[in-house]
C-alpha cells in the first residue's frame, strides 16, 4: 500500500460505495464510512467504522474531520435516479452538489488534499461521438448530469490556486454484485435495468416496461455499457494509489467499449434466469440519451485499469445470486 492510510467514503453504504468498501478494507486500508443511510444499510459496510450523518451537516463533518485526520476522501454519497432528477431538481442540487461543497469545504479546511469523485457518463448528454471520450464537451440532458458536471467544474477550479488533487471517475452503467452475494444493490424502489428484470424473471413484478423503441439505434431502444461493479471498485482501488503517488488530477471513463441494447439485455437475463417474462414496449422515459459507451483507453493505460468481469452473462448472473437472497429474506 501506498502512503495513503485512512480513507473516508461517503455514500459507503450504498451501492458501489459499499463494493469500493470492501475491496479498500480487502487491501487494508483504515476505511470511514459516513452515510445517512437513506438509501445505504449498515450491514452492506463490511469493514471500517460507519458514522450515521448527513453532508448537509456541516459541524458533524467538521468533527469527524478533526477526529479521524484523514489521508484521501472518496466521495459516492448522491442521488442517483435520472427521471427523478427530472421531477425534482432542487432535490437532485441540493444533495449532489450542495452537499458536495460542504464536503470539499472540510476537505480544504482540515488540508485533505485527495479526492475521488464519483462521477457519471450522464455528464456528457447525447454524446456526438462514440464512444465518448474524456475531453468530449459536457452537456448533460438532467439533473442529475448536470450536478455531476457542476461539480467537476468546482473541483477543477480548487486546483488551479491549491495543491488539492483528485479523480474523477466517470460511471457508465454500473451493474452486478458481489460474486460471494454478501452486499449488492438493495432499494424496493429500484429503477436499473438489470435489477427491474431480474426482479421480473422471479416473478416480483408482473412485466418489464421498455423505454422507447424508437431511438436510432438498431433495434430501436437504448444501448449502454454495462460495468461489474467490482471492476469499478478496482479503479477507485488504482485511482487512490495514483493520487497516494503525487499523480495530477485527471478524470476517467469507466466502462467495457461495448454497448448493448435494452433488448439484447432482456434476451440475456431471460437466457441467465430460463424465465420468458413478458416485456411490454412503452413511451420513452424522460432524460434517456439514446446511446452511451465509453472509451476507456486512458483508464488503462494511465493507471492499468484491467477489467475482470467484462462479460454481460457473468454480471447478471451475479446480479441474480443477489436478488435471489434479498427475495428470501423479504
Ligand atoms: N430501461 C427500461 N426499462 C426499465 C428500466 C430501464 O427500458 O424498467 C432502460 C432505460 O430507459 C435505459 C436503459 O434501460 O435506456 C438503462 O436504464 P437504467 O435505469 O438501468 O440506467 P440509466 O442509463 O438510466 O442510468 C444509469 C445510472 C446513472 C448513470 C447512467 C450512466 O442510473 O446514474 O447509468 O450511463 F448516469
Known amino acids: 500500500m501506498g502512503i495513503t492510510v485512512k480513507i473516508l467514503v461517503t455514500g459507503g453504504a450504498g ?28 450491514w452492506a459496510v463490511l469493514y471500517g467504522k460507519l458514522i450515521k450523518g448527513d453532508l448537509s451537516d456541516s459541524e458533524l463533518l467538521s468533527v469527524v474531520f478533526k477526529s479521524e485526520r484523514f489521508d484521501a476522501v472518496m466521495h459516492f454519497a448522491a442521488f442517483v435516479v435520472v427521471d427523478e432528477s427530472v421531477r425534482e431538481p432542487i432535490k437532485y442540487y441540493r444533495n449532489n452538489f450542495v452537499n458536495t461543497l460542504n464536503l470539499i469545504e472540510a476537505c480544504i479546511k482540515y488540508n485533505v488534499k485527495r479526492f475521488i469523485f464519483s462521477s457519471s457518463a450522464a455528464v456528457y448528454g447525447i454524446p456526438e461521438k462514440i464512444p465518448v471520450t474524456e475531453d468530449a464537451p459536457l452537456l448533460p440532458v438532467n ?47 429500484a429503477t436499473h435495468l438489470i435489477t427491474v428484470s431480474l426482479r421480473t424473471a422471479l416473478g416480483k413484478r408482473d412485466h418489464l416496461d421498455i423505454f422507447g423503441t ?34 495530477r488530477s485527471v478524470i476517467y471513463n469507466c466502462g467495457y467499449g461495448y454497448g448493448y441494447s435494452v433488448r439484447e439485455v432482456v ?64
Not at 439505434?217 to 454495462?226: A, K, L, Q
Open 15 to 42: 451501492y458501489i460505495g459499499s463494493h469500493v468498501v470492501k475491496a479498500l478494507g480487502e487491501k487494508g486500508y483504515d476505511v470511514v464510512v459516513y452515510d445517512n443511510l437513506s438509501y445505504g444499510h449498515e
Open 143 to 189: 439533473p442529475y448530469g448536470s450536478s455531476k458536471a457542476m461539480v467537476e467544474q468546482v473541483l477543477k477550479d480548487i486546483t488551479v490556486s491549491s495543491d488539492f488533487r483528485y479523480v474523477s471517475l466517470r460511471y457508465f452503467n454500473v451493474a452486478g454484485a458481489d460474486p460471494l452475494s454478501r452486499i449488492g444493490q438493495y432499494r424496493a424502489d
Open 214 to 247: 424508437d431511438y436510432d439505434t438498431p433495434d430501436g431502444t437504448c444501448i449502454r455499457d454495462y460495468i461489474h461493479v467490482d471492476d469499478l471498485s478496482d479503479a477507485h482501488i488504482l485511482a487512490l494509489e495514483y493520487l497516494s503517488s503525487e499523480g
Open 267 to 330: 434476451e440475456k437475463v431471460k437466457k441467465v434466469t430460463g424465465v420468458d417474462f413478458p416485456v411490454r414496449p412503452v413511451g420513452r422515459r424522460i432524460g434517456d440519451p439514446p446511446a452511451l459507451i465509453a472509451n476507456s483507453s486512458r483508464l488503462k493505460q494511465e493507471l492499468g485499469w484491467k477489467p475482470k468481469y467484462n462479460d454481460l452473462e457473468y454480471i447478471i448472473k451475479t446480479a441474480l445470486e443477489w436478488e435471489k437472497k434479498v427475495s428470501r429474506l423479504n
